[in-house]
T-cell receptor
């Protein structure tokens, strides 16, 4: 099976940098994704790492270390609109590539 | 591109009734659709994986006779919550993917619908 752990809540100041960690245990790892979800909304895809290293997309970066079963999402130049829940997710290599979501981290950006 | 819609966006029903939720991929053919349920302040929990023209694969603990899934075409999957009870009240979200890759490559990103909030009285 799959299990992913994240901190439940993080608070950061507008303009700052925040890192959201994710540790996972999987039986078939195909890649680590990150999703953002605002209250009442659907998840939106942020990034994907299949290989070790850092992937940068604008203000957001995502890192993966497969040997450590660990990844993180880095948000720079935080804006108030970044207040949301963030989920890491692993994709199953088998079958229909189902995605298992982490426990989620609620980020609150304060002025 | 890659838009997924859900209908209805919210529904309130009486206990014991059945509710059907539709998930449509609007501009691509979805070979696989996934149904998730999310309770307040919790993560998304996969309920079932649906492939066009075949029976859905349900996750452990999900009653297939209660949550009926039909994936009749490459652009439509439906979830019917039968004999709904208050504990079924939740946010139901579908996602769709194209095994061939919408933008090419090996990674088949999932595109999520806006969700359906079900309240059972």
């Amino acid at each position: 099976g799959q299990s992913l752990e994240q901190p439940s809540e993080v608070t950061a100041v507008e303009g700052a940098i925040v890192q959201i960690n994710c540790t996972y245990q999987t039986s078939g790892f195909y890649g680590l994704s990150w999703y953002q979800q605002h209250d009442g909304g659907a998840p939106t895809f942020l990034s994907y790492n299949a290989l070790d290293g850092l992937e940068e997309t604008g203000r957001f970066s995502s890192f993966l270390s497969r040997s450590d079963s660990y990844g993180y999402l880095l948000l720079q130049e935080l804006q108030m609109k970044d207040s949301a829940s963030y989920f890491c997710a692993v994709r199953d290599l088998r079958g229909y590539q189902k995605v298992t979501f982490g426990t989620g981290t609620k980020l609150q950006v304060i002025p | 591109g890659a838009v997924v819609s859900q209908h209805p966006s919210w529904v309130i029903c009486k206990s014991g009734t059945s509710v059907k939720i539709e998930c449509r991929s609007l501009d691509f053919q979805a070979t696989t659709m996934f149904w998730y349920r999310q309770f307040p302040k919790q993560s998304l929990m996969l309920m079932a994986t649906s492939n066009e023209g075949s029976k859905a694969t349900y996750e452990q603990g999900v009653e297939k006779d209660k949550f009926l899934i039909n994936h009749a075409s490459l652009t439509l999957s439906t979830l019917t919550v039968t004999s709904a009870h208050p504990e079924d009240s939740s946010f139901y979200i579908c996602s769709a993917t194209n095994r061939g890759g919408i933008s090419g490559g090996l990674y088949n990103e999932q595109f999520f619908g806006p969700g359906t909030r079900l309240t059972v009285l």
